[in-house]
């Protein structure tokens, strides 16, 4: 039967990938309360829609860091791509280049950033975790950025692990044909088996807890590449990247894989967009799903959203065709939102096209 929206992806993947891989993808972390939250909380948010406006065109372009991009939906760093696909990451970079959009690829990828790079053109973010030995990290940054990476995404919400119970209960590891491969010739693409997830033991062991503020400046002394700081959710906070000389701020509680009951990003957004006085650009990730979500986190100031589940789901039932797909779809429901709110471009979406259930009654 035709697949009619990015959701069906999930039901799919469970079918094809083996029990611990679709776990790892699948899960938030301890009772899943955020997992939910990052859903429900998007159907707190309605619509004031705006009739009588000539729609017959549509404008979705936009510009992040400087880069145009046919739509403000992209890719979100997801790690080891390849257990859902043979193809992975290479898979992905094709399609978001299609798609006219941006992939992030995560440090953890199962290909390269010389591999991804040599799958043609494209606008592509790293995303960066910080090892405890800084010549790995200046190492990375630079095979970025010859790779013509255009930013890095630092995130900063991982200083260990969250507790992910499926993959402790299946011992979550890296299957034997995969490496992660940025950091094979580093001798840290391998993770062991361990009692619980391998996944944590190897972040316990190879990830610096001591990151701080500090080391985003550190950072911008190793590279020029403009830092997006991923992982924000207070006004606290963005505040502190504004002066820590970021380039922008993604709102995002890891896919709810990291600090459970933190808020839903959707509901988070609005004090950092506030916080960030458009002195820098937000952008959202989690839990969105549908072209309506991508507007409402519009209409809450965010200047664009990444996805990341919806890719490795589609990968995994699809591949490269998948992904087109779950793009396509973003983008078609997203245009049919702006045309029934009556929006024609980005710079048209307001507050005034959504009421939230946190609102002050009119
Ligand atoms: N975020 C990172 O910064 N680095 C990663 O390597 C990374 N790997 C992920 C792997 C999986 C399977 C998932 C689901 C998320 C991962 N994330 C990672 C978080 C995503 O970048 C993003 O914040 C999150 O997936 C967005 O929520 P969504 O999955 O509901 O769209």
Not at 78 to 105: D, F, N, V
Not at 267 to 293: H, N, S, W
Not at 298 to 318: C, D, K, N, Q, T
Not at 342 to 362: F, M, V, Y
């Amino acid at each position: 039967m035709e697949i009619t929206n990015v959701n069906e992806y999930e039901a799919i993947a469970k079918e094809k990938l083996p029990k611990m891989v679709f776990d790892y993808y699948a899960s938030g972390a301890e009772d899943q309360w955020t997992l939910q939250e990052n859903r429900n909380a998007f159907s707190r948010i309605l619509f004031r829609p705006r009739i009588l406006i000539d729609v017959s065109k549509i404008d979705m372009t936009t510009t992040v860091l400087g880069f145009k991009i046919s739509m403000p939906i992209m890719v979100a760093p997801t790690a080891m791509q390849k257990m859902a696909h043979p193809e992975g990451e290479y898979a992905t970079a094709r399609a978001a280049s299609a798609a006219g959009t941006i992939m992030t690829l995560s440090s953890w990828a199962t290909s390269s950033v010389e591999e991804v790079a040599s799958t043609g053109p494209g606008i592509r973010f790293f995303q960066l975790y910080v090892y405890k030995d800084r010549n790995v990290v200046a190492q990375l940054v630079r095979r970025a950025e010859r790779a013509g990476f255009k930013a890095i995404a630092l995130t900063v919400d991982t200083p260990r692990l969250g507790r992910r119970e499926s993959d402790i209960k299946n011992r979550f590891t890296l299957p034997p044909n995969l490496t992660l491969k940025n950091f094979e010739g580093l001798d840290l693409g391998k993770m062991d088996e361990a009692n619980d997830s391998g996944l944590a033991s190897y972040v316990a062991g190879q990830i610096d807890r001591t990151l701080s503020w500090k080391d985003v400046q550190w950072l911008q002394t190793i590279t020029k590449l403009p830092i997006l700081v991923k992982g924000v959710l207070t006004a606290e906070d963005a505040r502190m990247a504004v002066q820590a000389g970021a380039a922008g701020i993604i709102v995002s509680n890891h896919g709810a894989r990291q600090l459970d009951y933190v808020p839903a990003t959707i509901i988070a957004l609005e004090e950092v967009v506030k916080a960030a006085q458009g002195k820098i650009p937000v952008f959202l990730d989690g839990g969105v799903r549908r072209g309506t979500d991508v507007f409402k986190a519009l209409a809450l100031g965010a200047s664009g959203i990444f996805i990341g589940r919806p890719v490795v789901f589609s990968l995994a039932a699809e591949g490269e065709a998948g992904v087109r797909k779950v793009l396509q779809m973003m983008r078609e429901e997203f245009e049919l939102t702006m045309a029934l709110s009556g929006c024609t471009s980005l710079k048209e979406i307001t507050r005034n096209h959504i009421i939230t259930d946190w609102d002050a009654p009119q």
